[in-house]
């Protein structure tokens, strides 16, 4: 299926700004891309035809205006095959790891040397977010790795808006074996499928359409994981913290650092008693509740 991108350069010191703008938006279709080495930097949109693509333009220059871009931006608009635009993002997916796991792009898998002892998850996102290089993503993937070590993988797993699958995935490659991931997005678990498949752990994982309401429903987990914007994590506090299973875990991520104490706060009125702390990483932070034994 052929997509059209629009496409505009950002000012690099703009780009924390836009990210957030986005983010606060919701704007699903846009993201920003950042090339570190050359410090250049685009807000680029995908879209299923050109019409949508110029209908969203000017709520981008609303927002774009918000976010200390000055006026002037003039997108540039092309057709893209599907193949093109995976192909786009390869290069700002890079391998990294923690622990004793390793995150790596599917197309380094023949020059890629895991070393002895370690585990590998293969993972090409498509048009699904989750490579693990965003702040939020590793947030909360360390936190996973934290857990296992501490408590070991008997327990159950709940990621919630799973995009690329890399949470739940990484949850079953540490050796959880009961493991849910869901998102709103179908292009999401499509994608998370495909990832599954490509690691071997096809039928590991438990992936389905659902959102905050219909993918909680019923589901209780020992580690609930939800990268997810903050103010969606504040709007469905009272679901998340019923999934959470007696003296488990519930890991929120997708926090900008300023959004933080609001979020924290939210969530200890739900949580009396629990134990709560917080990192930051870069502009972004997460929040851990666990209920006491």
């Known amino acids: 299926m052929d997509l059209v991108e629009i496409k505009t350069d950002l000012p690099i010191d703009r780009v924390d700004a836009v990210d957030q703008a986005l983010l606060e938006a919701g704007a699903t279709p846009w993201s920003v891309i950042e090339d570190v080495i050359v410090r250049r930097a ?12 110029l209908a969203s333009w000017p709520a981008m220059e609303h927002l774009l205006l918000t976010a200390g871009v000055a006026e002037g931006c003039v997108p540039a608009i092309r057709t893209l095959a599907d193949a093109d635009w995976r192909d786009s993002y390869k290069a700002h997916f890079r391998a990294w790891s923690f622990g004793r796991l390793h995150w790596v792009p599917v197309w380094e898998r023949e020059n890629f040397t895991l070393p002895p002892g370690h585990a590998v998850l293969w993972l090409d996102p498509g048009l699904a977010f989750g490579t693990g290089n965003h702040e939020t993503t590793r947030l909360c993937v360390e936190r996973l ?47 998370s499928e495909e990832n599954a498949a490509c690691n071997g752990l096809t039928g590991r994982v438990r992936f389905a359409v659902g959102d905050l309401v219909s993918g909680l429903a019923g589901r209780h987990a020992e580690i609930v994981l939800a990268n997810i914007q903050a103010d969606v994590l504040q709007k469905f506090a009272a679901e998340l913290v019923a999934s959470v299973a007696p003296h488990g875990t519930l890991v929120l991520s997708g926090i900008l650092a300023n959004e933080n104490s609001q979020v924290r706060t939210t969530f ?13 990483m870069g502009e972004w932070s997460d929040v851990v509740l666990t209920q006491p034994a």
Not at 42 to 53: R, S, T
Not at 165 to 187: R, T
């Open 268 to 280: 200890e009125r739900l949580t009396p008693n629990w134990v709560v702390n917080a990192r930051v």
């Open 145 to 191: 790795v934290a857990l296992a070590e501490e408590h070991g993988t008997k327990g159950r797993v709940i990621d919630a808006g799973c995009g690329s699958g890399i949470l739940a995935l990484s949850a079953a490659l540490l050796g959880f074996q009961d493991v849910v991931g869901f998102d709103n997005d179908p292009e999401a678990i499509r994608v």
């Open 42 to 53: 685009w807000l680029v949109g995908i879209f299923p035809n050109e019409a949508e693509a």
